[in-house]
Nanobody, 124 residues
Framework: QVQLVESGGGLVQAGGSLRLSCAAS????????MGWFRQAPGKEREFVAA????????FYADSMKGRFIISRDNAKKTVYLQMNNLKPEDTAVYYC?????????????????WGQGTQVTVSS
């Protein structure tokens, strides 16, 4: 199994940046594809970005493309989400997730492990 713990959330002004981190425990981190999702109050969980097990390919939701960057450091067992030009509508709880596979996957049900989430609040 893989345990995931997100960090780096907080309060930021519109136009600012944050970098979220997701620290994983377990010896097989490099064999999992990773993803970031977010969920705002009253809304369904939304796909943000995903990265293959090798880190060679990344994928983004259209609304995040060009602003957010997902990356991973397998030596540190950590996946990152760099968020730039943040907007108030980005306010949500952000979750890190892992799945046993290499293919990009934007559906939450296809992920096997989840972190507890970290709150991101963007003020206008």
């Amino acid at each position: 199994q893989v345990q995931l713990v997100e960090s780096g959330g907080g309060l930021v002004q519109a136009g600012g940046s944050l970098r979220l981190s997701c620290a994983a425990s377990g010896r097989t981190f490099s064999s999992y594809a990773m993803g970031w999702f977010r969920q705002a109050p009253g809304k369904e969980r939304e796909f943000v970005a995903a990265i293959t097990w090798s880190g060679g390919s990344t994928f983004y939701a259209d609304s995040m493309k060009g602003r957010f960057i997902i990356s991973r450091d397998n030596a540190k067992k950590t996946v990152y989400l760099q968020m730039n030009n943040l907007k108030p509508e980005d306010t949500a709880v952000y979750y890190c997730a892992a799945r046993g596979g290499v293919a990009a996957e934007g559906r939450p049900s296809k992920y096997d492990y989840w972190g507890q989430g970290t709150q991101v609040t963007v003020s206008s």
